[in-house]
């Protein structure tokens, strides 16, 4: 089948480092995107992964690796708008269909 | 602002009812998504529309179905509504960059089954 793991919760510290880990498991891998969303808002893009490395935006970073069906999401120099749940996504383009899976997505709480 | 309508912002309608939800693309995108989001299925993929023709298909079922017309505006269409179809709609639409395809996410349909 088709699925994508990422952690429910995550707790970090205003002005540290966070990873957000996500595994997926697909027929036909084809691009694995991170998604930003806000309280009562619509979800954002972030960063896309078509091949395997280190993709680097700002201070938002995503990594891929195609071998081990991995990727993540890194945040440097956290601050307090940070705060939201950010969502991993892989287009599955298998012999029979096209989808576009979505994880339960990562609920990022920073402390001060 | 994403550049991505969406209508209307909210929704109240009975069980059994059928309801029409709109979305305008960014100018030039020529895909169009569908996704709902419930707080306990996550954001689950609908249907895919590019330059009218459907592209792509998700979970949707048999009840809801949805097109893309020649403007590229879509309309999603929900019928016999049920109390679980309560949920937040979203619309989306795409730009491929040599196979990067970034999603512009619209605000939202809230939809309320009563």
């Known amino acids: 089948g088709q699925s994508l793991e990422q952690p429910s919760e995550v707790t970090a510290v205003e002005g540290a480092i966070v990873q957000i880990n996500c595994t997926y498991q697909t027929s036909g891998f084809y691009g694995l995107s991170w998604y930003q969303q806000h309280d009562g808002g619509a979800p954002t893009f972030l960063s896309y992964?078509?091949?395997?490395g280190l993709e680097e935006t700002g201070r938002f970073s995503s990594f891929l690796s195609r071998s081990d069906s991995y990727g993540y999401l890194l945040l440097q120099e956290l601050q307090m708008k940070d705060s939201a749940s950010y969502f991993c996504a892989v287009r599955d383009r298998g012999r029979r269909d096209d989808k576009i899976i979505f994880g339960k997505g990562t609920r990022l709480h920073i402390l001060p | 602002d994403s550049g991505v309508t969406q209508t209307p912002k909210h929704l109240i309608t009975a069980t059994g009812q059928r309801v029409t939800l709109r979305c305008s693309p960014r100018s030039g995108d020529l895909s169009v998504y569908w996704y709902q989001q419930s707080l306990d299925q996550g954001l689950q993929f609908l249907i895919q529309?590019?330059?009218?023709?459907?592209?792509a298909k998700g979970n949707i079922l048999e009840r809801f179905s949805a097109q893309q017309f020649p403007d590229l505006h879509s309309e999603l269409n929900l019928s016999s509504l049920e109390l679980g179809d309560s949920a937040l709609y979203f619309c989306?639409?795409?730009?491929?960059?040599?196979?990067?395809?970034?999603?512009?996410f619209g605000p939202g349909t809230r939809l309320l089954v009563l």
């Open positions: 529309y590019y330059n009218g023709e459907e592209r």
């Open positions: 989306a639409s795409s730009v491929d960059r040599g196979g990067q395809e970034t999603q512009y």
């Open positions: 992964n078509g091949l395997d």
